[in-house]
C-alpha cells in the first residue's frame, strides 16, 4: 500500500512540474519573454515530446546513449576493480594505508574535469581517454568508503575468526564483506555518478560522440529541445541504473550477510 502510495505521489509531482513546463513555455517564462523566445528558448513538453520521438526512432539518441554507457560501465568496473581492494587494504593494513592516504586525499578534491586535457593529451581524442577520465573520478569514492566501512568491522568479529584459526579468504569472506556492504554500495553509487558526471563533461569538450556531445551540438545550435531531450534521458538512466543496477547487485550482495 504504501509503495503504491508512494508511487501515485511521484506521478502526481511530475504531472505538476510538466503543468507548470507548459505554463512557462507559454506565457514566456511568465511574463519575462515574449512567446516567440520563449518557444526557441524553452519549448513545451509537447515540442520537446515529439522531438523525443524522432531522436529515438531515427536511432541518433540510442547511438549516442550506448557509446556514454560503454565508456561509463567499463571505467566504473575498473575504478570498482582497482578501488575496492585498496580500500580493503587500507583498513587491514596501517603500513598501506600509510603509504597509500596521502595520494588519495591529494587526488580526491581533484574535479574529474581536470583530467580532461591530460586524458587528451595521454590517450588522444577517443574512448580510452573517456574511461580514463572515468576511472580517476569514481576510484576516489569507492576507496573512501570501502575503508570507512572497514574502519567500523567490529573488532571482536577479528578476534573470534582468529580463534577458530579462520584464513584471510574466510575472514574477507564471513567477516569484512558483510560488515562493509552498506559502505561499499554507497561508494559504488556515489562512483557511478561521478562517472556519469565526468564522461558527459569529456565529451563536451573534446572526446567525440556520446551524450555529452549531444549536449554540446545542441549548445552549439541553439538547440534547446535537443538539450532538453538530453537532460531528461541522462535522468532516466540514472534512476534505470539505480534500480537495475544496484537493485541487483544488492540482491547478489545479500547473499553473503551473515545476519539481515
Not at 576510484?139 to 575503508?147: L, R
Not at 561499499?184 to 562512483?191: N, P, T
Amino acid at each position: 500500500m504504501k509503495k503504491f502510495k508512494a508511487v501515485i505521489q511521484g506521478c502526481i509531482g511530475i504531472l505538476m512540474l510538466l503543468l507548470i513546463w507548459t505554463v512557462a513555455s507559454k506565457t514566456g517564462l511568465f511574463g519575462k519573454l515574449d512567446p516567440d523566445t520563449a518557444e526557441m528558448l524553452f519549448p513545451d513538453p509537447l515540442v520537446v515530446g515529439k522531438r523525443f520521438v524522432e531522436v529515438l526512432t531515427s536511432g541518433y539518441l540510442l547511438t549516442n546513449i550506448w557509446v556514454s554507457m560503454k565508456r561509463v560501465l567499463v571505467g566504473f568496473c575498473i575504478a570498482v576493480i582497482i578501488g575496492l581492494p585498496i580500500g580493503i587494504f587500507m583498513g587491514r593494513s596501517q603500513s598501506f594505508h600509510n603509504y597509500i592516504n596521502p595520494i588519495i586525499r591529494f587526488v580526491s578534491p581533484i574535479p574529474g574535469v581536470a583530467w580532461v586535457p591530460l586524458a587528451i593529451l595521454w590517450f588522444g581524442l577517443g574512448n580510452n581517454a573517456a574511461i580514463f577520465i572515468i576511472i580517476m573520478g569514481s576510484m576516489s569514492p569507492i576507496i573512501t568508503n570501502t575503508y570507512q566501512g572497514m574502519q567500523n568491522v567490529d573488532s571482536k568479529l577479528y578476534q573470534v575468526l582468529d580463534i577458530m584459526e579462520a584464513n584471510w579468504h574466510q575472514t574477507i569472506r564471513y567477516c569484512v564483506i558483510p560488515s562493509i556492504l552498506p559502505y561499499v554500495m554507497a561508494g559504488f553509487k556515489l562512483g557511478l555518478g561521478f562517472a556519469w558526471r565526468v564522461v558527459i563533461a569529456a565529451e563536451m569538450v573534446g572526446v567525440p560522440r556520446g551524450m555529452g556531445y549531444v549536449l554540446s551540438v545542441g549548445r552549439n545550435t541553439g538547440d534547446t529541445a535537443i538539450t532538453l531531450i538530453t537532460i531528461i534521458t541522462l535522468g532516466i538512466i540514472m534512476i534505470l541504473m539505480e534500480v537495475v543496477l544496484f537493485g541487483t547487485l544488492e540482491k547478489r550482495m545479500n547473499k553473503w550477510k551473515m545476519w539481515e
